[in-house]
């Protein structure tokens, strides 16, 4: 999911950029100290929306920099356990599929990709009853099981439930009878 969120901080800005424009000088040290980071210990923040307001500046001891208090909005990566996600498989491997939902891969363990016994081939996994292949390239829908934000954002996902894995693949559907 994607949120727009607010951030209040105080942006450091070198002296050298001190010629420039403040706001532009204050919005590109956000894009290079923000982007790509996680904060709150489950967003990643992907893009600067807009700079709110700037306050004076201060100077500290010892520092030629001045700080700006700074409240300014990013759009925000916050991946929810049970979301369904539609991405893009970008490498196979004895492991898994990983597949591309945005900003981050999520991994789907083999165990996970189809409700089969899977079999890694040719580079696709292959399910040994329903012969369904996954390659790179495809487009599947996945839930994601899992998610880990120490350092970098790694997200978990499962493709064996029903309506979940490879579009366009044909699943068997078992119904049950009258009891």
Same mark, same amino acid.
């Given at each position: 999911?994607?949120?727009?969120?607010?951030?209040?901080?105080?942006?450091?800005?070198?002296?050298?950029?001190?010629?420039?424009?403040?706001?532009?000088?204050?919005?590109?040290?956000?894009?290079?100290?923000?982007?790509?980071?996680?904060?709150?210990?489950?967003?990643?923040?992907?893009?600067?929306?807009?700079?709110?307001?700037?306050?004076?500046?201060?100077?500290?001891?010892?520092?030629?920099?001045?700080?700006?208090?700074?409240?300014?909005?990013?759009?925000?990566?916050?991946?929810?356990?049970?979301? !369904? *996600?539609?991405?893009?498989?970008?490498? /196979? +491997?004895?492991? &898994?599929? =990983?597949?591309?939902?945005?900003?981050?891969?999520?991994?789907?363990?083999?165990?996970?990709?189809?409700?089969?016994?899977?079999?890694?081939?040719?580079?696709?996994?292959?399910?040994?009853?329903?012969?369904?292949?996954?390659?790179?390239?495809? !487009? *599947?829908?996945?839930?994601?099981?899992? /998610? +880990?934000?120490? &350092?970098? =954002?790694?997200?978990?996902?499962?493709?064996?439930?029903?309506?979940?894995?490879?579009?366009?693949?044909?699943?068997?559907?078992?119904?049950?009878?009258?009891?």
């Amino acid at each position: 999911m994607y949120e727009v969120v607010t951030i209040r901080d105080k942006v450091r800005v070198e002296p050298m950029k001190m010629k420039e424009d403040k706001t532009e000088a204050i919005r590109e040290e956000i894009r290079q100290n923000y982007i790509g980071k996680i904060i709150e210990d489950k967003m990643l923040l992907l893009g600067l929306v807009n700079i709110e307001s700037v306050k004076e500046g201060i100077i500290i001891a010892n520092d030629a920099s001045v700080y700006y208090d700074t409240v300014f909005k990013m759009l925000a990566y916050v991946p929810v356990l049970h979301e !369904t *996600v539609k991405g893009q498989v970008s490498n /196979i +491997s004895e492991i &898994g599929a =990983m597949v591309n939902i945005g900003p981050v891969d999520g991994l789907v363990h083999i165990s996970q990709t189809m409700d089969d016994f899977v079999d890694f081939s040719k580079n696709q996994l292959v399910g040994r009853k329903s012969r369904v292949s996954v390659k790179t390239g495809d !487009t *599947v829908l996945a839930s994601i099981i899992a /998610i +880990s934000t120490r &350092g970098i =954002m790694k997200v978990g996902l499962t493709m064996r439930a029903p309506g979940l894995g490879k579009i366009g693949a044909k699943k068997k559907v078992e119904k049950k009878g009258k009891e």
